[in-house]
């Protein structure tokens, strides 16, 4: 107590305090003692909940101050407004809504379409390949509204790997600026853009003019017309020259200076397509030696260019004496394999029908059959062969590319 506080107020005060004490007790009815229907005092205050100090016969009870998840609401970060709905929140730089889209002027993500973000924004950019890109050979334009030097533009680009860059295929150049070695790698390239016709490739590093075949067992097929630039006499008019007439063995050794080989069909499609590119006039021979200039109409033919062919006997000697002349029903004779892919058996094919006694056995090694045409008819057809000792010659023949079996699988 106070020392300043008077005694009769002093002496007032302790009353009331004492009678409120007693009337305590008596309400109290466990007399003082610890109620058992007081809650606990809490130990730690919990989320959404209050915490109290009871004391015997007196509870308590205090609002925790902090934030919960409960019923009393988050005080957190409010969510952010979804992209799309119009407005522009925070960290969006655009919003169109509905008109959002990654081919326009603000992308699906609420941002800016610009050139080097890898969308292309329509009516504004060609391209875009992304940033790095952009500018650099084969990609679109540093600045998205064209594109940069790359195989296709017709231009030579030699530094960034391409051989050539051009767009017909005539002259020999694949879609992906690689130089074609066969009909068959332009057919394959090019697709149906490639029509049968005259066509450029290249060859142990030399331009060759060949004739290509795009129809013939789904197209493909490569001929190079050759013709002797050597003149001899002829041995029934000795006053008269012609072409010096090559075995096959020569042939064969002349069409691999061009990394090529001695005729030899397939198919009967092939063989067709053969007789075709003889016959073609537009399609000029070549010749190495000698200064004759080869006479294109009057080479053009198949009795010339089709006399011999790279068909050998399996075993000197041995034949298939009036059977069709073909690799199933005469395995006596094949054909050479391919230099380029010596394992591989290439199937032949020039006829299905029987000449009595023919191919016969007086044959040799690496000697050709002396094939006969009859020129009357068109297209020219085969009118028999014959096995010579001395294997037969021609100053004419076609030499092929081997990479071409026949007719695809399936």
Request: aromatic share 8%; with cysteine; net charge negative.
């Amino acid at each position: 107590m106070h020392a300043r506080i008077p005694l009769r107020i002093r002496v007032g005060v302790d009353w009331r305090v004492a009678v409120a004490l007693m009337l305590a007790g008596c309400l109290d009815r466990n007399g003082g003692q610890i109620d058992p229907t007081a809650v606990e005092a809490s130990t730690g205050g919990g989320d959404g909940s209050s915490s109290g100090t009871t004391f015997p016969g007196i509870m308590t009870t205090t609002v925790d101050p902090g934030g919960s998840d409960g019923d009393s609401g988050s005080t957190g970060d409010p969510t952010p407004a979804p992209c799309g709905n119009g407005k522009i929140d925070v960290p969006e730089q655009c919003d169109e809504g509905d008109a959002n889209g990654d081919d326009r002027t603000c992308t699906s993500s609420c941002r800016w379409n610009i050139c080097g973000d890898g969308l292309i924004e329509t009516g504004d950019e060609v391209c875009d390949d992304g940033k790095g890109k952009n500018g650099t050979y084969g990609h679109c334009g540093k600045y998205c509204k064209d594109f940069s030097p790359h195989c296709g533009d017709g231009t030579l680009q030699a530094a960034d790997g391409e051989v050539c860059d051009d767009p017909e295929p005539m002259y020999g150049c694949l879609p992906d600026c690689t130089q074609a070695t066969s009909c068959l790698d332009i057919r394959t390239g090019w697709g149906d853009a490639a029509e049968t016709g005259l066509y450029s490739i290249r060859r142990l590093d030399r331009q060759l003019t060949v004739w290509c075949d795009m129809q013939a067992d789904g197209g493909g097929y490569t001929f190079l017309k050759y013709a002797s630039g050597t003149l001899v006499p002829n041995p029934p008019e000795p006053d008269k020259f012609i072409g010096e007439p090559l075995t096959a063995a020569q042939a064969e050794e002349k069409c691999a200076s061009w990394g090529l080989r001695l005729f030899s069909p397939r198919t009967q499609q092939h063989l067709r397509a053969a007789v075709t590119a003889a016959s073609a006039a537009e399609f000029a021979p070549v010749h190495v030696n000698g200064d004759y200039p080869p006479t294109v109409a009057a080479d053009s033919d198949a009795a010339g260019y089709l006399s011999i062919m790279g068909i050998y006997p399996v075993t000197p000697g041995l034949s298939c004496e009036s059977k069709p002349l073909n690799s199933e029903d005469c395995p006596q004779w094949a054909a050479k394999p391919d230099p380029q892919a010596p394992d591989v058996v290439m199937p032949y094919w020039v006829t299905d029908k029987i000449f009595i006694g023919q191919p016969g056995t007086g044959n040799c090694a690496g000697c050709s059959l002396l094939y006969d045409w009859n020129l009357q008819v068109q297209p020219p057809v085969l009118t028999g062969y014959f096995a010579l000792n001395t294997g037969a010659s021609s100053p004419h023949f076609l030499c092929e590319v081997g990479d071409k079996l026949g007719a695809p699988e399936g």
